[in-house]
């Protein structure tokens, strides 16, 4: 967790992840590497915002919304991107903060950045319904962004994501790891990481209830762990996994082998094989015209 995280320096080394892996991401970013993404002007309750966005590949069906965890830019989605965009049309940004998008202060409770982003996808013309894809941290913004609009939601993906109840249930099961966590947050954390690790957990309780019914949801997992993880931590992580059922009505909890936390650099077709699913349930049909061939949900 030096100057060489922000530029992902760290993901290519074969060393031990860094704790914060552990807790909601690592900081880390992809070796493989995505076009750079381009600014758009949003207006924002603290004034216009410079957000940083790509957008690739094409498809009848939804586009395919990635957001990334704590303290990663858009490039952790460089193995996943070209297994979709043959296929789905693909949307990636940065939060502000992370990679090509300036910070901005204020709140970055998981009510704000979903709302940030809806906003993002409008202002880029990328209209719904939108299969959202979240790791980590991002799973949670997701999550609100799912409950804020869910008419606009064909399905969800949460890849390892972090339960509201996380930073929680770690105080209360695994305090060694705390306080290394609260010393990360003083000595290591940017400004943008320490904002939005502080109000992960806020605004969830002011969110709609979930869609009835709620949108198809799929959560995916590693099944195994390193020896730093293995005991307490792993037992708290894999409950609140479990729990999504209830919080997201996940249909189901798809263990992929292996203790990597970054299930879409180590699982890339996995993870475009669920995205495929999901997108053909929601589209079992298309209408118009060769070449204009637009998804025609099912009932």
Not at 28 to 39: F, M, Q, T, Y
Not at 65 to 73: E, H, I, N, R, Y
Not at 140 to 153: G, K, M, N
Request: aromatic share 6%; proline share 11%.
């Amino acid at each position: 967790m030096n100057s060489d995280v922000k530029h992902g320096a760290w993901a290519c080394k074969s060393g031990p992840r860094k704790l914060l892996a552990l807790l909601f991401s690592s900081l880390l970013l992809g070796c493989a590497s995505l076009p750079r993404p381009e600014p758009v002007s949003l207006s924002t309750p603290q004034g216009p915002q410079q957000l940083a966005r790509l957008q690739l590949g094409q498809g009848p069906g939804p586009t395919v919304v990635m957001q990334s965890g704590l303290g990663d830019s858009h490039e952790v989605w460089a193995d996943l991107v070209p297994l979709l965009t043959p296929r789905h049309p693909v949307f990636l940004y940065d939060r502000p903060g992370y990679g090509a998008s300036p910070r901005l202060a204020g709140s970055r409770d998981p009510c704000t950045v979903a709302r940030e982003l809806h906003a993002l996808l409008r202002q880029s013309g990328a209209q719904p319904p939108y299969l959202l894809l979240g790791h980590s941290l991002g799973g949670l913004y997701q999550h609100a962004f799912a409950r804020l609009y869910p008419r606009e939601v064909a399905g969800l993906i949460l890849l390892e994501p972090t339960h509201p109840e996380h930073w929680a249930s770690m105080q209360r099961e695994t305090p060694g790891m705390v306080a290394t966590v609260r010393t990360l947050r003083s000595l290591v954390f940017s400004e943008a990481v320490r904002q939005e690790f502080d109000s992960h957990a806020d605004c969830l309780a002011e969110l709609p209830p979930l869609a009835n019914p709620p949108p198809p949801a799929l959560l995916m997992a590693r099944t195994d762990w390193p020896l730093i993880e293995q005991g307490a931590f792993a037992a708290m992580v894999t409950r609140l996994w479990e729990d999504w059922r209830r919080l997201a009505a996940v249909q189901r909890v798809e263990r992929l082998p292996g203790d990597e936390h970054y299930l879409q650099r180590r699982h890339p077709q996995a993870v475009a094989a669920a995205v495929d699913r999901l997108v053909a349930a929601h589209c079992p049909r298309l209408q118009g015209e060769p070449g204009q061939r637009r998804c025609a949900p099912g009932p």
